[in-house]
């Protein structure tokens, strides 16, 4: 009898034991802890934030050398007294505000109109409007530099500001654009039967429409105008120098990056992190309006 007990016990499928999803999801992370694809991906992230971290400690090195002397805020404070750092800081907060605006409204009222009306160039002002953005930046400072010369215009903040608008023009229009595919314009049929003419449907129904690519854009075009150095490089003139030209010049005349450019870079990091998680916070508000 134990005899066929156990034959009938060893021939008898076992049951298997059932999980539920969270039990499933537990298995799977316990048999991928050490997959590649994780491998990968913590040291993709190790090299690309790496370097910051030695950036953050070396800002508050006492010595301007590479070698570690002390705890010290010493460049921080200088960073209070540098006029120099903080004119070049005016000069691109300005610049980016104000091309900002200015390429947000014409890429705004560019890009309604092509997707709007349908006239012979439609085709080609879509495809100049791109060109900025292929272009190399290096081919639009040199250009950009040239007419300004030819027509006499003196470099300065305002060549800056004509530069910036420039470059910035198209991706404010693309982003525009995009939110325009994604339009309903039976909207504007339904609004033109109801008795609204070109402004009122234009200010009632297509820019609140358009509402999230514009801010989009505009946003974009802040943070394109802040770290560009390479067309500013061009058409800059004496005393109108922008943030990333001055640490440039700062860098070249002190032969390497000093620990008052560390502290500088670690301030713009937690600026940058913090105007991050406010405005991902004001485009969520926005889209649940």
């Known amino acids: ?162 530069a910036h608008t420039t470059f910035n023009i198209p991706f404010v229009f693309l982003m525009v654009m995009a939110r325009l595919y994604e339009f309903d314009f039976s909207m504007i049929e339904a609004a033109a039967d109801l008795g609204a003419n070109e402004k009122q449907t234009l200010f009632k129904i297509t820019l609140p429409i358009c509402k999230p690519g514009i801010i989009s854009g505009f946003l974009t075009a802040i943070t394109l105008s802040l770290e560009d150095f390479v067309i500013t490089f061009f058409v800059a003139g004496p005393g109108s120098s922008t943030l990333p030209v001055f640490i440039l010049s700062a860098i070249t005349k002190k032969g390497g990056i000093t620990p008052l450019i560390s502290a500088l870079s670690v301030v713009m990091i937690i600026g940058t992190v913090i105007l991050t998680i406010m405005l991902r916070r004001f485009l969520k508000y926005i889209a649940a309006k």
């Open 1 to 162: 009898m134990k005899t066929m007990s156990m034959i009938r016990t060893a021939f008898t499928p076992s049951k298997q034991k059932t999980y539920n999803e969270e039990e499933r999801h537990a298995r799977r992370a316990i048999k991928g802890r050490f997959s590649f694809s994780k491998t990968v991906f913590i040291i993709t992230l190790t090299f690309l934030f790496l370097p910051l971290v030695v950036l953050v400690i070396y800002s508050f090195n006492n010595s301007t050398s590479m070698t570690w002397t002390g705890f010290s805020f010493r460049w921080y404070q200088r960073l209070l007294s540098e006029r120099g750092l903080w004119t070049a800081f005016r000069n691109s907060i300005v610049i980016a505000l104000t091309s900002a605006t200015t390429a947000t409204i014409i890429g705004t009222i560019g890009a309604i109109g092509v997707s709007w009306y349908r006239f012979k160039l439609r085709g080609y002002v879509q495809t100049i409007s791109f060109l900025p953005m292929i272009l190399p930046e290096i081919i639009i400072g040199v250009s950009l530099s040239v007419f300004f010369a030819s027509v006499g215009i003196p470099l300065g903040l305002f060549t800056i500001y004509i």
